[in-house]
């Protein structure tokens, strides 16, 4: 349910991308069209449902390009981008588990 929501405000732009977000994305070489991207083919590998004032979640999905993304965002009424990052596969399983 959660992701569906995010899904449609994504791809109807009914959402927002945090300052934060912009400034890494500028300095990681992403760009909004690859955060969407990402989002709409994604999946929810971590939930963080004591975020406040709205639960977020960790998203891997993959550009157009088919280069690996991760996206935290809100799931609020309008979805928020809190920040986009390319994993590193050292810190990761399959992009989608935490090595520990």
């Excluded at 990402?38 to 963080?48: K, M, P, Q, R, T």
């Excluded at 975020?51 to 998203?59: C, E, G, Q, S, V």
């Amino acid at each position: 349910m959660e992701l569906k929501h995010i899904k449609t405000k994504i791809k109807t732009g009914g959402y927002d991308i945090s300052i934060h977000a912009v400034e890494r994305s500028i300095k990681r070489h992403i760009w909004k069209e690859d955060i969407e991207a990402a989002v709409l083919n994604g999946e929810i590998i971590e939930e963080y449902l004591d975020d406040k004032p709205f639960p977020t979640y960790l998203i891997f999905g993959k550009t157009k390009k088919d280069k690996p993304l991760h996206i935290v965002c809100s799931n609020s009424p309008r979805p928020k981008i809190i920040t986009a990052y390319e994993p590193k596969k050292e810190r990761w399983i399959n992009y989608r588990i935490r090595k520990k």
